[in-house]
């Protein structure tokens, strides 16, 4: 259930690690023949399909620094009136971490680690079954396995949701909180008074 941890070298590889990594700067193109979508990594924006499952070839390829394509403001302007309103970054940067683990949680986290979300989040309506995922994940902290029972989704989504959620701050690893000082063995005076 967790995906083997990646070798790394210090250059991202993926176009999901180039956006997480914050290194993609001004207005370019990011491409692969198929698929293409403009980003305007500075104003965290970008512009291409209306659905995510349309840019998901671009998320199957290595990438490099020299993949993103500068465009020029004329170009820029052209492109991005044929291709409507603008979107969030943050829901490519959510999209390539839904892909990265291939069903499998990402490195770093097990399969008894419990997950929960710190907020509601936007769920696409290309993947139905986020909304029940969210929904059990609401309910409080949970395993991948617990949050696949109570949502009725198979685990592979459950997993594929909690790494998108992860990159996108909708969700957090839970850990129990430090259990509360006993009072009654505080120190000092007042302490001692109330112990009588």
Known sequence: MVAPAPTRSAEPQTLAEWLASGRVRGRVRFSDGAASVLIDADQRQYFGPSTLKATAPLFKRNAALADFEAVSADVWTAQTAALGAP??????????????????????????E????????????EFPKHFRIATAMM????????????????????????????????AEPYREPDPEPDASKSGGLFGRLRGR
């Open 87 to 112: 979107q969030a970054l943050a829901r490519l940067i959510w999209f390539g971490a839904l892909l990265a683990g291939e069903g499998r949680l990402v490195a770093g986290y097990g399969p008894d």
């Open 114 to 125: 419990r997950f929960k979300l710190t907020k509601w989040p936007q769920t696409e309506r």
């Open 139 to 170: 309910k409080g902290p949970a395993t991948v396995g617990e949050i696949a029972e109570a949502s009725h989704v198979p685990e592979v989504d459950v997993a594929d949701f909690v790494n998108a959620s992860l990159a996108t701050g909708f």
